[in-house]
């Protein structure tokens, strides 16, 4: 690898640090403000709930990545905390619904509403074809590492 190579590397590796840290604090900063202990995996699941409207337990488990055990015991502390429901398909009693509660949905509004602001504040220091490209190229490198993980 040649010395400029490299140094992109480091450059690209400092921003995305940067990326990470700030989106962990904005995620821990929401779960502070919330009697909730969410964690990361948590609201992650939440989210997918959240914009799918309900899901089973294995696509949840898929998409998290999570065995059946873990994504039982996650989804058991989320109802718990009154976050999450299980509810069964009128059509077929075997399957099982885990849809969002009514406080699970304030909540997922609550924190998507302020992480758009969020986003919007980091977006802000682009111009709009900055902003068009930023998106466009990350969405490549989305694509190229998708590609190679399958």
Do not use: P
């Not at 904005?26 to 919330?34: A, N, V, W």
């Amino acid at each position: 690898m040649n010395e400029q190579m490299q140094k992109k590397i480091n450059e690209l590796d400092k921003i995305n640090d940067t990326f990470f840290q700030l989106r962990r604090a904005f995620i821990e900063d929401q779960m502070k403000e919330f009697s909730y202990s969410l964690t990361a995996t948590k609201y992650s699941v939440l989210k997918m709930i959240f914009e799918n409207h309900k899901c089973m337990v294995v696509d949840i488990s898929n998409k998290m990545r999570l065995t059946s055990g873990a994504t039982t015991t996650l989804l058991n502390q989320l109802e718990d905390d009154k976050l999450i429901q299980r509810t069964r398909d009128e059509k077929d009693r075997r399957v099982v619904w885990i849809i969002l509660s009514k406080d699970g949905k304030a909540l997922m509004e609550t924190i998507l509403r302020k992480r758009d602001h969020f986003w919007m504040e980091m977006l802000s220091t682009l111009e709009r074809e900055e902003q068009e490209e930023y998106i466009r190229l990350l969405k490549k490198i989305e694509a190229g590492i998708r590609a190679k993980v399958k």
